[in-house]
Each structure stands twice: as C-alpha cells, then as structure tokens.
C-alpha cells in the first residue's frame, strides 16, 4: 500500500498528489511513468512522474479527472493509501550537450513538461518555458515552472490571462526574434504536438515528444500503447515515451485515440451511479 501524503487541487478537474513510494523515488527520472491501482476491483492506469525526491521518498503524479479511474483516485486524502503503485516504467529522457532548449507544455502536458524543464536547468541549459492553456482558470503549476526556467510564457486561448495565442505563435514569435534553439521538447494533446513538431520541421530544429497513449501492462505485451513512427510501430511503454516528433505519425495517433472516448464516458457515468448510490445510502 501506497500513502498519499500531500493532496492539492489544482483547479475544477486537475488534482495533485504525492506518494511515499521510496523505491520509485530512488530510481526516478523526467519522462518516466508509473502505474496505479487504486483498489483491488481497479483498472491498471499510467501516470507520467511529474515530479520526485528521494531523500522524502515521494512521488508526484498530477492527473485531469476524465474516466472511473481518475474519478475514484480523487477521492483520496491525505493519508489514504493506493493499492499498486509500480515504477518507474518506460525510458528516461536524455538529453545530450543541450544547451538552449524550448519546453513546451499543453495543458495538462504542462506537469509532465515541468521536470524536463527542471533537469535541463538542473544540466546547466537555458531554459525557455511555453505553456498553453483555454483560459486562465485552467492555469496549473505556474508557479513550480518559473522556478525551473529562464523565462516562462503562459499563453492562453481566449487571453484571459493578457497573453492570447497559442504555444506554436510564441514558440515562433521567439525563434524570429533570434532564439537560437538546439532543441524543441513538446509534452501536451497530439494535436498541439503535431503542430509544433510542423513548425520545427521548418526551421531545422530538433524536436522530441512524449506519447502518452492508453497502456494496460506498460510491458510491451498488450500492445495498446502502439505507435507508428518512422514508418515502423513501437511500444510507447518500453520505447518510449519520448520520440522524434518529425517522424511520429500523429495523424494515425489521433484516429487511435479517439477510439476510447466512449470507454471513459461509460466509466465516467458508472462511477457517478457508483456513489450516488453510496449518497442515498444504497
């Protein structure tokens, strides 16, 4: 069992948690995965580590409340324990001789963007911040993110925060400006991916996503997590997540994903009828 030792609502559907999981803690690195079980009747779910520290031993995952699974995890507290808590899981980023880099966070991607961010400031690199949102109540992590980067520009939608547009018109607002970036990290939904990695592509500018699809065993045997890049499949569990955006095949990655939306609505409405009935004492 697994304790939560720190819950923090990030706004109406994000929510953060820290875990004491010291063996995971230990071995942690940016761009690893975990995967949860929060009771014994659970589904196995995937969560990018947002952040760890070994000398506490606790790990951070930051999830949006979409499905059963993330509803339920929810309702923990502070003390609550999780069943299965396995990690870390998948490969870690590297990053190699970088030395001016662009972080890019979309929405909830900004979580699983802010430790990259965070061990390329860590490594010495210059570090710009782009992160995007629908309006400024949906902001997450601002705060976290300034302290790991040289400059951090949110951006939203609607401009609600005073800075309207969307991360690929600041991401080449910069690079016009002179920004001479050796590489580009890219971490939120594929299709704010697919367009930085389009706007990359054109200026020569080395580009890695992360993939994040629906994974069962994060073992590679399942086969959910597939992926087509390069023209060849792979496993994002075990060969990613991180990728050469240039040649991730979004357009097949976005089909893919949309075929479990009906999956999370139905287990969205299941765990409602679950605790109204708990509610009405049923």
Do not use: W
Request: charged letters at 25%; hydrophobic letters at 40%.
């Amino acid at each position: 069992m697994y304790k939560i030792l720190r819950k923090e609502i990030l706004n109406d559907t994000v929510t953060l948690i820290e875990v004491y999981a010291p063996k995971i803690a230990k071995k942690a690195e940016p761009g690893q995965f975990i995967i949860l079980r929060v009771n014994d009747q659970g589904e196995r779910v995937p969560f990018t580590i947002a952040d760890f520290d070994r000398e506490k031993g606790t790990v951070t995952i930051i999830f949006q409340i979409v499905g059963g699974t993330t509803m339920l995890l929810n309702t923990l507290n502070e003390g609550d324990e999780i069943l299965d808590f396995v990690g870390p899981l998948g490969v870690a980023s590297h990053f190699d001789d970088v030395k001016n880099v662009a972080v890019i966070g979309g929405g909830l991607g900004t979580a699983i963007a802010y430790p990259q961010a965070k061990k390329l400031n860590k490594l010495g690199a210059k570090v710009d911040m782009i992160t995007g949102f629908r309006n400024k109540d949906l902001v997450i992590i601002e705060d976290m993110c300034k302290n790991v980067c040289d400059n951090l520009y949110v951006m939203t939608d609607d401009g609600s925060n005073g800075n309207k547009g969307f991360v690929t018109q600041k991401l080449e607002e910069l690079i016009n400006s002179g920004k001479n970036y050796d590489l580009v990290i890219a971490i939120g939904p594929l299709v704010m991916m697919k367009a930085v990695s389009e706007l990359t592509k054109k200026y020569g500018i080395k580009t890695i996503v992360s993939m994040n699809p629906v994974m069962i065993d994060g073992t590679g045997m399942c086969g959910g997590c597939r992926i087509t890049v390069g023209g060849e499949t792979k496993f994002a569990c075990v060969d990613g997540p991180d990728f050469d955006g240039h040649l991730v095949d979004f357009d097949s990655a976005i089909l893919r994903s949309k075929m479990f939306k009906d999956a999370e609505n139905q287990g969205r409405e299941k765990h409602s009828c679950r605790m109204e009935g708990f509610e009405n004492g049923r």
